[in-house]
């Protein structure tokens, strides 16, 4: 029981030695011929992988480079509302805006409220303090990011061609 069929065969007299060693070179260029298959599918996995690994690689990147730029963009806004942040005078008139979801209340001059009414200076928030800067600085700041910008008024035109109370003048004594 312990030989091999194939000397099974070689002592019934089925097989010759001959016919046997075709036969294992038949069976191992076979093999080998299939080897190549199998590499150049391994291969290609490979290169699949690797491609993948790149794409990925990339939008990595590219993810960093925009952090990186929005970061500076940051910084660039928080320099330019320190270098042009105008200390207004506190008053004893109620200044209210909206904030997020929540109305902010400010104690003001009434100079610094109308240069906020006119569109003037704005109101943006830098390290948890509302700071006012001018409108143009705003626009910058707007620019690079618009999330610090809290309060700007744009004034409206005086008479535009559509207004069908243009003729109209409000009385300046009218009392409500």
Sequence with gaps: MGNSLQDQFLKMGLVDKKKFKEAKKDKHEQHKASQPHQQNAIADMA???LAEKKKRDQQLNKKKIAERQAKEATARARQLIE???IK???GDIAYNFKF???IKKLLLSQK???????GKIGIVKQAGEFQFV?????YKVRQLNGKMVVLLNVPAEKNSADDPYAG???PDD???
């Design 47 to 49: 290169k699949a992988a």
């Design 83 to 85: 270098t042009h942040k």
């Design 88 to 90: 207004v005078e506190t």
């Design 100 to 102: 997020e979801k929540t």
């Design 112 to 118: 610094t409220i109308d240069s906020l009414a006119t």
């Design 134 to 138: 001018p409108a143009d600085i705003i």
């Design 168 to 170: 109209y003048e409000v």
């Design 174 to 176: 009218l009392m409500w």
